[in-house]
């Protein structure tokens, strides 16, 4: 059955993420490009940066700001007494390829953690593998030219099956391979214990709630604990 309802997610998942990318909605745009100017115009001097760099599901998109999974993480690292402040970059209907053109502007400031949440839409599209590879590749690059020290830590995704077998199996791949060609921190499944269960998403079927938002946060903690120091 938990099979079944994964597979429905995420051939709905297709459709409306595809849909979305037309028109995503201005707030939300309007949101990000707020909270970075603000971070980027207020800097304190013992506090390090982790920036969050993404497409819907980081923006918190049908919730919130307080609900998106970024800002859980602020509020567990200020629970702990860890000096970072947390930038959600998502985007909703980011690609690869629209990732790529904007990182350079989100990295005009000092990013200490860089967590990369891309490539869905691309395997929801059939994009070929080899360009998302490229993509991502190049986004991890360019933080690397721009701060070296900069932690990069990657989140796989997965896609229906509706794209074929062989596909979908190389897709999925993708991401722990490039983890490894680049010595990343990788989380496995962003969506793990999320996807496919209805209770955990919106109306839309497809945008986690704010309990599913909570288990994404969870999932992201411990690779973001290893990560970082006080």
């Known amino acids: ?17 595809s849909c979305g990318e037309k028109s995503p909605k201005k707030s939300e745009d309007v949101e990000v490009t707020t909270k ?40 567990k690292l200020d629970s702990l007494g860890f ?17 790529k053109n904007r990182v350079s502007w989100v990295l005009k400031q000092k990013v200490d953690v860089f967590v990369l949440e891309l490539g869905a839409n691309d395997g929801l599209r059939g994009i070929p593998l080899q360009e998302t590879r490229t993509n991502l590749q190049a986004i991890i690059d360019t933080v690397k030219d721009i701060n070296p020290e900069t932690v990069i830590i990657l989140a796989g995704m ?34 793990k214990d999320v996807a496919g269960v209805p209770e955990l998403n919106q109306a839309d079927g497809i945008h986690p709630t704010a309990e599913g938002q909570r288990i994404i946060a969870k999932n992201i903690w411990p690779i973001i604990e290893k990560s970082i120091s006080k």
Not at 47 to 58: D, P
Not at 83 to 99: D, M, P, R
Not at 158 to 178: A, W
């Open 158 to 191: 997965q896609i229906p099956p509706n794209m074929g077998p062989e596909y979908t199996k190389e897709f999925r791949e993708l991401f722990p391979q490039l983890a490894k060609e680049n010595n990343l921190p990788l989380i496995p499944f962003l969506l």
């Open 1 to 17: 059955m938990r099979s079944l309802l994964s597979f429905c997610y995420l051939f709905t998942l297709s459709l409306l993420i």
């Open 83 to 99: 000096k970072y402040q947390v930038i959600n970059a998502g985007l909703s209907g980011e690609t690869s390829a629209s990732g």
């Open 36 to 75: 970075q100017e603000d971070t980027a115009t207020s800097p304190t001097t013992d506090q390090k940066t982790i920036l969050f760099y993404g497409n819907s599901l980081t923006a918190g998109m049908g919730l919130d700001p307080t609900e998106a999974f970024p800002e859980l993480i602020q509020k």
